[in-house]
């Protein structure tokens, strides 16, 4: 019995030159530090402008987050984007079904504790104001044309990456947004009308903040809290 062919041999391992651009040094700190400066200005916009957002600005930004990398690239996401009044107001009813419940019976304290400093509650207005909502399910598996299934690998550490490279490209293009998780989410699956393999991760409103939103004031860990050097 032959062994399997390994990489590079297996005729499915098709390298082509990587595309790296090496930058001075200088440049490189430049980039650094303008990336920063401008992360930092990232807030979870809790209050959104009803200002139309030029879609194509907004596809961008979904390509940039399906260049993430992933388990096996098998890319496990979906983003649905919603724009239809009615259809956001479906979603906004149901979330706030739900989280109407869970503020008012199923959070336990510590939990209610830990979000009084953000100023949260059951009224969900950024899910009607914003233009688009897109919510991002975690594809647990292919399936492939036959019906096979195709199994993912790290769905979740993968959708994790690569809604945050969604998060930080509309920034970047000049837009708000909310990671928002409702809990229990699994209503969306049924008012978009999405396949058993696709479980809602996240719901992200995107576009404009309304002109007098405020954020609450955060800190952020310094750095010497969240890194170890060795
Ligand atoms: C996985 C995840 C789930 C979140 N869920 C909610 C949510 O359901 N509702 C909400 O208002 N904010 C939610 N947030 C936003 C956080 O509260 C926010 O990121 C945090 O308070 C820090 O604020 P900043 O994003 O302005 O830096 C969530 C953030 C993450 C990463």
């Known amino acids: 019995m032959t ?23 200088d440049e490189m700190r430049r980039r650094a530090d303008d990336l920063l400066a401008d992360m930092r200005r990232r807030r979870s916009v809790r209050r959104f402008s009803t200002e139309p957002v030029p879609r194509d ?7 940039v987050a399906g260049t993430a990398p992933s388990g ?18 479906r979603i906004r009813a149901a979330a706030e079904e739900e989280e109407r419940d869970f503020y008012r019976a199923r959070a336990p304290q510590h939990w209610l504790d830990a979000l009084a400093p ?31 299934i195709e199994k993912h690998y790290y769905a979740t550490e993968s959708c994790g990456i690569a809604a945050g490279f969604l998060i930080a490209a509309l920034h970047r293009v000049g837009l708000a947004t909310l990671p928002h998780t409702p809990s ?47």
């Open 3 to 25: 062994a399997a062919p390994t990489p590079p041999d297996d005729p499915r391992y098709r390298p082509v030159p990587l595309d790296f651009v090496r930058l001075p040094e």
């Open 57 to 63: 600005l907004v596809a961008t930004a979904l390509e």
């Open 72 to 89: 096996a690239h098998k890319q496990p996401w979906r983003f649905v984007v919603v724009t239809d009044a009615e259809l956001k107001a």
């Open 118 to 148: 953000l100023g949260t509650d059951e009224v969900k207005t950024h899910l009607t104001d914003a233009p688009y909502v897109i919510v991002m399910f975690k594809v647990r598996h292919g399936v492939q044309p036959d019906g096979a």
């Open 184 to 230: 229990p989410m699994a209503f969306l699956s049924e008012v978009l009308g999405r396949p058993a393999e696709e479980q809602p991760f996240l719901v992200l409103p995107v576009g404009y903040p309304a002109p007098d939103a405020e954020v609450p004031d955060l800190g952020r860990k310094p750095l010497d809290d969240i890194v170890v050097w060795h």
